[in-house]
Protein backbone atom coordinates (compact mmCIF):
# COMPACT_ATOMS: atom_id res chain seq x y z
CA UNK A 1 0.00 0.00 0.00
CA UNK A 2 1.50 3.88 -0.95
CA UNK A 3 2.27 6.00 1.86
CA UNK A 4 -0.23 8.78 2.64
CA UNK A 5 0.68 11.50 5.12
CA UNK A 6 -1.20 11.40 8.29
CA UNK A 7 -3.32 8.49 7.49
CA UNK A 8 -3.13 5.90 10.27
CA UNK A 9 -5.67 2.92 9.66
CA UNK A 10 -7.90 1.18 12.15
CA UNK A 11 -8.89 -2.45 12.19
CA UNK A 12 -12.04 -2.05 10.25
CA UNK A 13 -13.55 -2.81 7.01
CA UNK A 14 -14.50 0.37 5.20
CA UNK A 15 -17.31 0.72 3.10
CA UNK A 16 -17.20 3.28 0.89
CA UNK A 17 -20.04 4.58 -1.90
CA UNK A 18 -19.56 7.10 -4.71
CA UNK A 19 -22.28 8.27 -6.51
CA UNK A 20 -20.76 9.28 -10.17
CA UNK A 21 -18.92 8.02 -12.19
CA UNK A 22 -17.08 10.92 -14.13
CA UNK A 23 -14.17 12.49 -13.58
CA UNK A 24 -14.44 13.38 -9.87
CA UNK A 25 -16.02 9.89 -9.06
CA UNK A 26 -12.59 8.03 -10.77
CA UNK A 27 -10.10 10.53 -9.34
CA UNK A 28 -11.57 9.55 -5.68
CA UNK A 29 -11.92 5.99 -6.93
CA UNK A 30 -8.00 5.53 -7.76
CA UNK A 31 -7.04 7.39 -5.00
CA UNK A 32 -9.06 5.42 -2.38
CA UNK A 33 -7.43 2.01 -4.17
CA UNK A 34 -4.00 3.01 -4.29
CA UNK A 35 -3.79 3.98 -0.46
CA UNK A 36 -6.23 2.53 0.76
CA UNK A 37 -6.26 -0.92 3.00
CA UNK A 38 -6.50 -4.27 0.47
CA UNK A 39 -10.24 -5.27 2.00
CA UNK A 40 -11.72 -1.87 1.55
CA UNK A 41 -15.56 -2.30 -0.26
CA UNK A 42 -16.86 0.27 -2.80
CA UNK A 43 -19.45 0.73 -4.47
CA UNK A 44 -19.79 2.87 -7.74
CA UNK A 45 -23.30 4.07 -8.44
CA UNK A 46 -23.88 5.45 -12.19
CA UNK A 47 -27.12 5.33 -14.38
CA UNK A 48 -24.56 4.66 -17.11
CA UNK A 49 -22.56 1.80 -18.32
CA UNK A 50 -19.33 3.80 -19.08
CA UNK A 51 -17.05 6.12 -18.05
CA UNK A 52 -16.96 9.07 -20.71
CA UNK A 53 -14.16 11.60 -20.97
CA UNK A 54 -16.63 14.15 -21.87
CA UNK A 55 -14.26 17.20 -22.30
CA UNK A 56 -13.05 14.84 -25.52
CA UNK A 57 -16.39 14.66 -27.21
CA UNK A 58 -15.69 17.30 -30.04
CA UNK A 59 -13.64 14.70 -30.93
CA UNK A 60 -15.90 12.76 -32.39
CA UNK A 61 -16.53 14.02 -35.35
CA UNK A 62 -12.69 12.96 -36.34
CA UNK A 63 -12.90 9.30 -33.76
CA UNK A 64 -14.84 6.73 -32.66
CA UNK A 65 -17.17 7.64 -29.71
CA UNK A 66 -15.83 4.49 -28.16
CA UNK A 67 -12.46 5.60 -27.93
CA UNK A 68 -13.60 8.61 -25.18
CA UNK A 69 -15.37 5.71 -22.78
CA UNK A 70 -14.06 3.03 -20.26
CA UNK A 71 -16.81 0.01 -19.76
CA UNK A 72 -17.48 0.11 -15.59
CA UNK A 73 -17.13 -3.63 -15.66
CA UNK A 74 -13.22 -2.95 -16.76
CA UNK A 75 -12.83 -0.34 -14.28
CA UNK A 76 -14.47 -3.06 -11.42
CA UNK A 77 -11.79 -4.97 -12.75
CA UNK A 78 -9.19 -2.81 -12.86
CA UNK A 79 -9.59 -1.21 -9.46
CA UNK A 80 -12.05 -3.82 -7.54
CA UNK A 81 -14.94 -2.39 -7.17
CA UNK A 82 -18.67 -2.97 -7.57
CA UNK A 83 -21.00 -0.87 -10.27
CA UNK A 84 -24.66 -0.30 -9.50
CA UNK A 85 -26.56 1.02 -12.48
CA UNK A 86 -28.67 4.11 -10.76
CA UNK A 87 -28.58 7.41 -9.71
CA UNK A 88 -29.22 9.62 -6.29
CA UNK A 89 -31.65 11.93 -6.17
CA UNK A 90 -30.07 14.25 -2.94
CA UNK A 91 -31.97 17.14 -0.91
CA UNK A 92 -30.69 17.82 2.80
CA UNK A 93 -33.10 16.00 4.22
CA UNK A 94 -32.21 12.95 2.29
CA UNK A 95 -28.55 13.99 3.02
CA UNK A 96 -29.15 14.12 6.97
CA UNK A 97 -31.16 10.90 6.75
CA UNK A 98 -28.52 8.96 4.79
CA UNK A 99 -25.68 10.47 7.63
CA UNK A 100 -27.73 8.95 10.45
CA UNK A 101 -29.01 5.93 9.02
CA UNK A 102 -25.48 4.68 6.97
CA UNK A 103 -27.06 3.17 4.74
CA UNK A 104 -28.82 3.83 1.06
CA UNK A 105 -31.51 2.60 -1.66
CA UNK A 106 -30.71 2.24 -4.75
CA UNK A 107 -33.84 0.73 -6.69
CA UNK A 108 -34.45 -2.49 -4.98
CA UNK A 109 -30.93 -2.81 -3.40
CA UNK A 110 -30.23 -1.69 0.02
CA UNK A 111 -26.29 -0.49 0.32
CA UNK A 112 -24.69 0.30 3.50
CA UNK A 113 -21.87 2.26 3.86
CA UNK A 114 -19.09 4.40 6.15
CA UNK A 115 -18.29 7.33 3.90
CA UNK A 116 -20.53 8.96 1.11
CA UNK A 117 -18.80 10.29 -1.94
CA UNK A 118 -21.21 12.62 -3.81
CA UNK A 119 -19.55 13.12 -7.78
CA UNK A 120 -22.81 13.13 -10.04
CA UNK A 121 -21.99 16.35 -11.93
CA UNK A 122 -24.06 19.53 -12.88
CA UNK A 123 -27.07 19.32 -14.76
CA UNK A 124 -26.84 21.39 -18.47
CA UNK A 125 -28.66 23.99 -17.99
CA UNK A 126 -30.01 23.32 -21.79
CA UNK A 127 -31.13 20.09 -21.00
CA UNK A 128 -35.24 21.11 -19.66
CA UNK A 129 -35.01 22.57 -23.32
CA UNK A 130 -34.32 19.46 -24.70
CA UNK A 131 -36.66 17.20 -22.87
CA UNK A 132 -39.56 19.60 -23.39
CA UNK A 133 -38.63 19.88 -27.23
CA UNK A 134 -37.52 16.96 -28.62
CA UNK A 135 -37.26 17.02 -32.32
CA UNK A 136 -35.46 15.53 -35.31
CA UNK A 137 -32.96 18.53 -35.82
CA UNK A 138 -32.72 19.76 -32.31
CA UNK A 139 -28.91 18.42 -30.88
CA UNK A 140 -27.69 18.70 -27.04
CA UNK A 141 -24.34 17.88 -25.46
CA UNK A 142 -26.57 14.89 -24.44
CA UNK A 143 -26.82 13.39 -27.65
CA UNK A 144 -22.96 12.95 -28.08
CA UNK A 145 -23.09 10.86 -25.33
CA UNK A 146 -24.57 8.12 -26.73
CA UNK A 147 -24.01 8.95 -30.89
CA UNK A 148 -20.62 10.19 -32.45
CA UNK A 149 -20.75 14.08 -33.44
CA UNK A 150 -20.29 12.95 -37.17
CA UNK A 151 -22.79 10.01 -37.25
CA UNK A 152 -25.14 13.12 -35.75
CA UNK A 153 -24.68 14.91 -38.47
CA UNK A 154 -24.50 12.19 -41.03
CA UNK A 155 -27.97 10.60 -40.11
CA UNK A 156 -29.43 14.26 -40.63
CA UNK A 157 -27.44 16.28 -43.12
CA UNK A 158 -27.21 13.68 -45.96
CA UNK A 159 -31.44 13.39 -46.04
CA UNK A 160 -32.52 17.54 -45.28
CA UNK A 161 -29.42 19.02 -46.36
CA UNK A 162 -29.99 17.55 -49.79
CA UNK A 163 -33.44 18.64 -50.00
CA UNK A 164 -32.35 22.30 -49.27
CA UNK A 165 -29.73 22.17 -51.60
CA UNK A 166 -32.62 20.96 -54.40
CA UNK A 167 -34.59 24.16 -53.92
CA UNK A 168 -30.79 26.04 -54.89
CA UNK A 169 -30.43 27.37 -51.47
CA UNK A 170 -27.27 26.40 -48.76
CA UNK A 171 -28.28 24.76 -46.27
CA UNK A 172 -27.44 26.64 -42.44
CA UNK A 173 -26.78 24.88 -39.14
CA UNK A 174 -26.94 26.49 -35.69
CA UNK A 175 -24.76 26.09 -32.76
CA UNK A 176 -25.90 27.94 -29.52
CA UNK A 177 -23.79 28.95 -27.26
CA UNK A 178 -20.82 30.28 -27.00
CA UNK A 179 -18.79 28.84 -23.89
CA UNK A 180 -15.92 26.26 -24.50
CA UNK A 181 -17.92 23.43 -25.52
CA UNK A 182 -20.05 25.15 -28.33
CA UNK A 183 -16.51 26.98 -29.46
CA UNK A 184 -15.32 23.16 -28.96
CA UNK A 185 -17.81 21.93 -31.35
CA UNK A 186 -18.50 24.38 -34.00
CA UNK A 187 -14.44 24.60 -35.06
CA UNK A 188 -14.93 20.57 -35.98
CA UNK A 189 -18.06 21.06 -38.03
CA UNK A 190 -16.27 23.06 -40.64
CA UNK A 191 -13.57 20.07 -41.23
CA UNK A 192 -16.21 17.62 -40.79
CA UNK A 193 -17.82 19.14 -43.61
CA UNK A 194 -15.57 19.27 -45.64
CA UNK A 195 -14.69 15.48 -45.73
CA UNK A 196 -18.20 14.75 -46.39
CA UNK A 197 -18.07 16.65 -49.55
CA UNK A 198 -21.21 18.58 -47.98
CA UNK A 199 -22.29 22.02 -48.59
CA UNK A 200 -23.02 23.50 -45.34
CA UNK A 201 -23.02 26.67 -43.81
CA UNK A 202 -22.68 27.96 -40.15
CA UNK A 203 -23.47 30.42 -37.38
CA UNK A 204 -23.30 30.83 -33.71
CA UNK A 205 -25.80 32.55 -31.43
CA UNK A 206 -24.74 33.32 -28.44
CA UNK A 207 -27.08 35.35 -25.63
CA UNK A 208 -23.38 37.08 -23.98
CA UNK A 209 -22.36 39.98 -25.88
CA UNK A 210 -19.14 38.23 -26.35
CA UNK A 211 -18.30 34.48 -26.38
CA UNK A 212 -16.04 32.83 -23.59
CA UNK A 213 -16.91 34.96 -21.13
CA UNK A 214 -15.07 33.32 -18.72
CA UNK A 215 -11.88 34.33 -20.48
CA UNK A 216 -9.96 37.88 -21.11
CA UNK A 217 -11.42 39.55 -24.16
CA UNK A 218 -8.48 38.85 -26.19
CA UNK A 219 -9.15 34.90 -26.14
CA UNK A 220 -12.85 35.60 -27.61
CA UNK A 221 -10.62 38.21 -30.40
CA UNK A 222 -8.58 35.26 -31.38
CA UNK A 223 -11.84 32.91 -31.89
CA UNK A 224 -14.14 35.47 -33.53
CA UNK A 225 -10.91 35.97 -35.81
CA UNK A 226 -11.10 32.10 -36.89
CA UNK A 227 -14.26 32.29 -37.19
CA UNK A 228 -13.90 35.03 -39.74
CA UNK A 229 -11.29 32.99 -41.73
CA UNK A 230 -14.11 29.98 -41.80
CA UNK A 231 -16.96 32.01 -42.72
CA UNK A 232 -18.78 31.51 -39.97
CA UNK A 233 -21.22 34.01 -38.92
CA UNK A 234 -21.87 35.14 -35.36
CA UNK A 235 -24.93 36.73 -33.14
CA UNK A 236 -24.44 38.02 -29.69
CA UNK A 237 -26.93 38.90 -27.15
CA UNK A 238 -29.84 36.97 -29.37
CA UNK A 239 -31.91 34.44 -27.34
CA UNK A 240 -32.57 31.82 -28.90
CA UNK A 241 -36.50 30.77 -28.79
CA UNK A 242 -36.84 27.82 -30.86
CA UNK A 243 -35.86 25.49 -33.96
CA UNK A 244 -38.51 25.24 -36.81
CA UNK A 245 -38.31 22.97 -39.77
CA UNK A 246 -36.07 25.23 -41.50
CA UNK A 247 -35.76 28.32 -39.75
CA UNK A 248 -34.65 29.54 -36.27
CA UNK A 249 -36.67 31.66 -33.99
CA UNK A 250 -34.68 34.12 -32.29
CA UNK A 251 -35.14 37.22 -29.98
CA UNK A 252 -32.51 40.76 -29.77
CA UNK A 253 -32.08 40.93 -26.17
CA UNK A 254 -31.24 44.71 -26.50
CA UNK A 255 -34.82 45.25 -27.95
CA UNK A 256 -37.45 42.20 -28.13
CA UNK A 257 -37.22 42.37 -31.39
CA UNK A 258 -38.20 38.97 -33.09
CA UNK A 259 -36.09 37.61 -36.39
CA UNK A 260 -35.64 34.43 -38.21
CA UNK A 261 -32.34 32.52 -39.76
CA UNK A 262 -32.75 29.81 -42.14
CA UNK A 263 -31.32 27.14 -39.95
CA UNK A 264 -32.11 23.39 -40.54
CA UNK A 265 -30.31 21.93 -37.36
CA UNK A 266 -29.63 23.70 -33.93
CA UNK A 267 -27.09 22.41 -31.56
CA UNK A 268 -27.45 23.64 -27.84
CA UNK A 269 -24.93 24.11 -25.66
CA UNK A 270 -25.83 26.65 -23.24
CA UNK A 271 -23.13 25.25 -20.54
CA UNK A 272 -23.90 23.70 -17.03
CA UNK A 273 -26.08 25.04 -14.28
CA UNK A 274 -24.44 25.83 -11.12
CA UNK A 275 -28.44 25.61 -9.31
CA UNK A 276 -28.46 23.11 -6.36
CA UNK A 277 -24.67 22.49 -6.17
CA UNK A 278 -23.75 21.21 -2.80
CA UNK A 279 -22.15 22.95 -0.27
CA UNK A 280 -19.24 21.67 1.42
CA UNK A 281 -16.77 23.32 4.25
CA UNK A 282 -12.80 23.16 3.08
CA UNK A 283 -12.62 19.60 3.31
CA UNK A 284 -15.42 18.25 1.21
CA UNK A 285 -17.57 17.66 3.68
CA UNK A 286 -21.31 18.35 2.73
CA UNK A 287 -22.83 21.22 4.88
CA UNK A 288 -26.43 20.42 5.65
CA UNK A 289 -28.51 22.81 8.31
CA UNK A 290 -25.23 24.70 8.64
CA UNK A 291 -23.27 21.85 10.14
CA UNK A 292 -21.12 19.68 8.36
CA UNK A 293 -21.88 15.99 7.51
CA UNK A 294 -19.02 14.10 8.88
CA UNK A 295 -19.46 10.61 6.92
CA UNK A 296 -20.30 12.50 3.67
CA UNK A 297 -18.06 14.04 0.96
CA UNK A 298 -19.11 15.90 -2.42
CA UNK A 299 -16.38 16.22 -5.17
CA UNK A 300 -16.87 17.52 -8.53
CA UNK A 301 -19.54 20.03 -10.62
CA UNK A 302 -22.62 19.68 -7.94
CA UNK A 303 -20.26 20.77 -5.07
CA UNK A 304 -19.11 24.30 -3.82
CA UNK A 305 -15.87 24.17 -2.04
CA UNK A 306 -15.63 26.63 0.79
CA UNK A 307 -13.63 28.79 1.11
CA UNK A 308 -10.49 29.18 -1.12
CA UNK A 309 -9.51 26.56 -4.01
CA UNK A 310 -11.04 27.23 -7.43
CA UNK A 311 -14.70 26.07 -7.85
CA UNK A 312 -14.56 25.99 -11.89
CA UNK A 313 -17.00 23.72 -13.57
CA UNK A 314 -13.93 21.84 -15.36
CA UNK A 315 -12.22 18.56 -15.32
CA UNK A 316 -9.42 19.77 -13.51
CA UNK A 317 -10.84 21.32 -10.83
CA UNK A 318 -13.69 17.75 -10.50
CA UNK A 319 -10.20 15.61 -10.29
CA UNK A 320 -8.44 17.71 -7.61
CA UNK A 321 -11.78 17.51 -5.87
CA UNK A 322 -12.18 13.84 -5.93
CA UNK A 323 -8.48 13.41 -4.93
CA UNK A 324 -8.88 15.16 -1.86
CA UNK A 325 -12.11 14.34 -0.66
CA UNK A 326 -10.79 10.50 -1.20
CA UNK A 327 -7.75 11.40 0.85
CA UNK A 328 -9.44 12.98 3.67
CA UNK A 329 -11.91 10.13 3.48
CA UNK A 330 -8.84 7.78 4.19
CA UNK A 331 -8.01 10.12 7.04
CA UNK A 332 -11.27 10.75 9.25
CA UNK A 333 -11.55 6.88 8.87
CA UNK A 334 -8.33 6.89 10.83
CA UNK A 335 -6.71 7.46 13.87
CA UNK A 336 -6.06 10.75 14.04
CA UNK A 337 -8.54 12.49 11.50
CA UNK A 338 -6.47 15.64 10.33
CA UNK A 339 -7.73 16.63 7.22
CA UNK A 340 -6.55 18.37 4.37
CA UNK A 341 -8.19 21.75 2.92
CA UNK A 342 -9.13 22.25 -0.63
CA UNK A 343 -6.64 24.60 -1.66
CA UNK A 344 -5.82 23.89 -5.73
CA UNK A 345 -6.04 27.00 -8.46
CA UNK A 346 -6.41 26.04 -12.04
CA UNK A 347 -3.22 26.15 -13.90
CA UNK A 348 -4.22 26.46 -17.50
CA UNK A 349 -7.28 25.52 -20.06
CA UNK A 350 -7.08 25.35 -23.08
CA UNK A 351 -9.72 25.32 -25.76
CA UNK A 352 -9.89 23.48 -28.89
CA UNK A 353 -10.24 24.69 -32.50
CA UNK A 354 -10.30 22.17 -34.50
CA UNK A 355 -7.65 19.20 -35.02
CA UNK A 356 -4.75 22.35 -35.84
CA UNK A 357 -5.38 25.11 -33.26
CA UNK A 358 -6.20 26.05 -30.10
CA UNK A 359 -6.43 29.21 -27.74
CA UNK A 360 -5.78 28.95 -23.38
CA UNK A 361 -3.74 30.54 -21.13
CA UNK A 362 -1.22 28.87 -18.98
CA UNK A 363 -0.15 29.91 -15.07
CA UNK A 364 -1.98 33.37 -15.29
CA UNK A 365 -5.54 33.79 -17.01
CA UNK A 366 -3.52 37.04 -18.80
CA UNK A 367 -0.55 34.31 -20.59
CA UNK A 368 -2.55 33.43 -23.88
CA UNK A 369 -1.26 30.52 -25.51
CA UNK A 370 -2.78 29.72 -29.13
CA UNK A 371 -2.16 27.11 -31.85
CA UNK A 372 0.41 24.28 -32.00
CA UNK A 373 1.87 25.00 -28.78
CA UNK A 374 -1.90 25.32 -26.79
CA UNK A 375 -2.13 21.87 -28.65
CA UNK A 376 0.71 20.36 -26.56
CA UNK A 377 -0.51 21.80 -23.33
CA UNK A 378 -4.34 20.19 -23.99
CA UNK A 379 -2.38 16.77 -25.25
CA UNK A 380 -0.35 16.83 -22.20
CA UNK A 381 -2.87 17.23 -19.31
CA UNK A 382 -5.46 14.52 -21.40
CA UNK A 383 -2.26 12.19 -21.33
CA UNK A 384 -1.98 12.67 -17.33
CA UNK A 385 -5.77 11.79 -16.70
CA UNK A 386 -5.66 8.51 -19.26
CA UNK A 387 -2.83 7.35 -16.72
CA UNK A 388 -4.80 8.55 -13.91
CA UNK A 389 -7.18 5.46 -15.46
CA UNK A 390 -4.67 2.90 -15.71
CA UNK A 391 -3.90 2.99 -11.97
CA UNK A 392 -0.52 5.57 -12.46
CA UNK A 393 -1.28 8.74 -10.72
CA UNK A 394 1.27 11.44 -12.29
CA UNK A 395 -0.35 14.55 -9.83
CA UNK A 396 1.91 16.57 -7.69
CA UNK A 397 -1.22 16.73 -5.32
Not at 54 to 71: A, C, G, K, M, V
Not at 241 to 259: D, I, M, W, Y
Request: hydrophobic content about 40%.
Amino acid sequence: MAFLPLYIPKDKQLKIVIAGGGYAGIAALTVLRRYGPPDMDITLIDPGTDHLKITHLHETFRYPLSDLQIPFPVLEQRFGCRHICGALKTDESTLCQWQHDRYLQVGNQQVTFDYLLIASGARGIGQNFADEHTKENVVSLNDFFTIPGSDLLDKFLIKRGAQTAKNGMTPRISVIGGGATGIQILFEIPDYLQRRQLNCALHLIDGKKRILQQFPERFARYVEMRMLERDIEFYSDIRFLEQRANTVLLEEKSTGRFFELPSILSLIFPGKSQDERLATNSFGQVVADRAPLENIFAAGDCSIYQPFGSNALTAQSAVRKGKLAARNILRHSGMLSVLEPYLHRDIGYVISLGAADAVGWLALENNMVTGMPALMIKEIVEAQYDLLLTGIDTYLV
